[in-house]
DNA sequence: TATTTTTGTGTAATCGATTGCAGATTTGAT
DNA sequence: ATCAAATCTGCAATCGATTACACAAAAATA
């Protein structure tokens, strides 16, 4: 009743050995089908489960990955981790999630104590890019424990990654506005030592540049990935004698509140001022003024990002791969940026 | 490099035993003060990092613990398990996520799949109160591993539980749409297997009793959790020949839906119809029109739910407690139901 | 029938850390 | 100076499963 049973108590019971038991449950080529048969048949009487741990101090494998995210409750980190789990769980693997909240210190503490506890490799995207994580990263690669960063990288060789073409997602958002007549879009960005955030500035700046506009350093302005964040910026945004009639978001969060501030303004949206979001969140196609965004589709980025980690476990520990894994972003266009429902075409 | 250190190689350095390392690395008292400072000091040197798998085989205590929820892309589970981590990370646990997507299949899988991994404990919501679950649940008791459910509870002797009063919160949020003059109150509920589902669909029954209004089934109408199930539900209701003028929502998603398909008819909130949600999904904050909803502070229950399982895995496994702690959940009043913006206290 | 293969199991070491028991050394008491 | 008590370490077993190696029994070959 408390004590589980074990592959001692079934040798026992048949008066064999705890070795041959192993093998019969394993399928070992050197066991008579006899015996297998009726070990097996025992082990299902005796309620025989394979001690887990056990095996993985033998083996050295602990079949738990971890996996370290800024936060869990946005849908985009939320479905890159269902993405990981359907990968994973087929293949006898469980999820070890951790959240960093954005705090550095966190990140370099989970990766210690998911080492600690013997993961057999880490899924990341990386809170801050600034500090000396870089330290924990480049340990982990001694000790060969595989490390997959996805969508927020850092550049570190030897390391593999899953992202999307930021720089493709910005660019087409941005043109997309230029396209509807905007002229003054503004770019809500975000940490750019984040290479996301950087390639995004670095799309729209590109755009707006490919087509002949003014590039005003003044209206990117970096702040953080927050609704309330969001709408602070817009006022200031807003006070600007001569304001944007654009707004392009690194954020769909931050894109809702400068939203919320431009109607909080009276201002009209698309009409008076544009809205572009990124990551198309479940909200920004259920808000009433539905919002334009960039579909980053995180559920196969979770995949592949697990398809990599499996391929560099199985792998040949001599070998040291590294592959860069880049998604096409989609751009969904709604009403926030639709101008051209009114104007038709222009 | 590639090794890790051990307590053997510490051991050799210095010319002592193994079972000495380890006696001074977990402060035994029978070790001199002068062994027990070079241990630690040559363990800082070479790198030493306990390995938990074999201390967890050891002791039989793995140090991590599952966390079974639906999903975690709802604001409402990723803050309970946030409050969860918050409670046990200081103690050295692990928290090991697994989804249900609501699927029971899965549900009982990821019992056994965690009890094989050897956790200590298991924390979960209950997705599916029929089938054959409650097999694993006593199996689970048998074992004498502790389940604690939060939430989405099942009612079973001896297992603790963390939940709030779903009745208490249903019944003042009718309340509150009859005290704003709503009459025809219907009610958007869910499986009510689940005992949350039940409560919420009782303490509106009992509001409107209590009020002296009449009752009328045909306006609870079960459907699922989702934006698109609330229009579809919606609707319904609005080709009634005698449409309700008031919404309890069992669900903030739901209840968004509901509001997408009023306005879609072209009447207005509050004052065609009122809205009323349950969780205080942050969607419901920043919505241009704000959402009525009852807040169940999720991480105070996730840190109780972990606070409990702490008490149980410290217990004498002889003693079995059952705790049921039930929070008082708070009505938040916000556009989509105050009538009294426009009418004045009625 | 004698000898070589093949087949099936047992023996014992191993993964890394913990711990009861025993033995050695130091300290204190007389 | 002698013996008892206190303090520190080592020995070896243990947790449960895996696996190289050895060996016995059965089957195949000569």
Redesign the pocket.
Known sequence: MK??T???DI?KKL????????????G????????RKLVAETAKEMN????K???A????KSYNVGVIVPRIDSNFFASIIRGIEEELYPQGYHVIICQTHDQEALETGNINSLLNAQVDGILMSVSNAKGDSDTSFNALLKKNVPLIFFDRKKEIKGISSVTIDDFKGAYEATKHLIDQGYRRIAHLSNDRSLLIFKNRYLGYRQAILDSGLEFDENLVIETHSKVLEGRKTMKKLLNFENRPDAIFSASDFTALGAIQEIKAHGLKIPEDISVVGFSNEPFTRFMELSITSVDQSPIEMGRLAAQVFLEEVNNDKRIKSEKQVVLTPELIIRKSSLKSQILDKA
């Open positions: 004590k589980k074990t592959i001692y040798a008066n064999i050995t705890a070795a041959t038991v192993s093998r019969a449950l394993n070992n080529s050197k066991i008579s089908e006899a015996t025989y489960e394979q001690n741990l056990a095996q101090l033998k083996s050295g």
